[in-house]
């Protein structure tokens, strides 16, 4: 049975992830994370634990990428919102 990309994403996290923190010094290194989600997918895929389709379309999970950047527009929301108390 194929790994699904929750299964891959929880595991990652609990086995691998709380080790890349331990060596992020200023602050979170999204480079370092990307990196090691993408050796992980490869060794699943060439363990077989997810098909080839699966690497090649799975994307890094948020907790390796920032947050994109807000649009002014949200940005002005959101700063409307504190400023009214919402």
Known sequence: ???TKKQAESHFRSQY???IRDREENGIDYARRREEWHVFTDYLMKSRLISERQYDTWVSPGFC???PPRSSTEQSTAQSALVLGE
């Open 17 to 19: 992830l709380p080790a």
């Open 65 to 67: 990428n920032p947050s």
């Open 1 to 3: 049975m194929q790994m």
